[in-house]
């Protein structure tokens, strides 16, 4: 099958064109013609992508241009293309798919979301909330990340599109080597509000000054973090280090004892599934609408209400304290996590581009 993925900038290094990535490399590993394009950004690709894949910067080196200038550009690719499906992923691009659908005939529009139906969106909420009324009007298929967000949109909006959940990828397909524990605590993601490192500074805060030996690891990078960084100062706190993007991450999960996700918001939570696969144990928020899908409670980790900071840190603490129980929580998390599998992921693409086809 000939699959065109359009995204919003494959020069940017988060979890949506982390998950791209993979699902684009897998399927033309498979033998499928794939291609990504760009609309904005300049190459090369943050994350790697297959050789065969051709990837399309039609914003080039110039100035951006108008959208109806874009949709022109858009509109050449795709007719010189003449892919089988095309898939928006994020569904706020379904702007232009459900008029590019038009430019060749039996082309089928895909529209992957990944953010749950919820999410609060500081920017482009009116018109985010009326695009996606037409993706699930005119598309042929919706991918979400979670049974819990399928239920969403099965609730509130009349569907006449197929609707499916696919979960991420676990993007890591060999076995880890066994890890060299350190007294750390490792959590990752954009430094925006969303992901609810306020929350977490808050809850280490908690915890610091009792546990000198431990310290807190922030990965990442985003419009938040001068201020993030003005509120552990203000708060004290000496073993908490911000260390921006890290590439590769794998080695901080080697090393690490733990992992917390503080998300207000998540759309699935990838970072969960990849600490996981290290066998890191998790503290996590019970947030919309992913981390009560990766995280049994007790069992590969502690799911925590939302907002409660001091719970937050209680449960951090009984993993800083009780090694045995970070062991038999990783070991869990390890095997649990293996639903996630980059090959399984890929066999529910092609099933539900067979049945959309």
Known sequence: ?????????????????????????????????????????????????????????????????????????????????????????????????VFLRKTVPDLRWISWEHFNYYYHFDYNRILRRFVRRLVCRFADMLIVLTDEDKGYYEKNLRLKCKIVRIYDPDPFVEEPLRKREERSILAAGRLVREKGFDLLIQSWKLLEENYPEWSLLIAGQGQERERLERQAEKAGLKRLWFVGIVNPIEDYYRRTAFFVLPSRDEGFGMVLVEAMHFGLPAVSYSCKAGPREIVLDGENGFLVKPGDVADFAQKMERLILDKELRRRMGESAAESVKRFGREEILSQWEEMLEECH
């Open 1 to 97: 099958m000939k699959i065109v993925f359009l995204i919003g900038n494959m020069s940017n290094g988060g979890g949506t064109e982390r998950v791209l990535s993979v699902i684009a490399g897998g399927l033309s590993e498979r033998g499928h013609q794939v291609s990504v394009i760009s609309l904005w950004g300049q190459k090369p690709s943050f994350f790697p992508l297959g050789k065969e894949i051709d990837v399309c910067w039609p914003e080039g080196k110039g100035r951006r241009i108008s959208a109806i200038g874009q949709f022109r550009r858009l509109a050449g690719i795709i007719k010189r293309a003449r892919p089988d499906f095309l898939v928006d992923v994020d569904s706020i691009l379904g702007v232009y798919s």
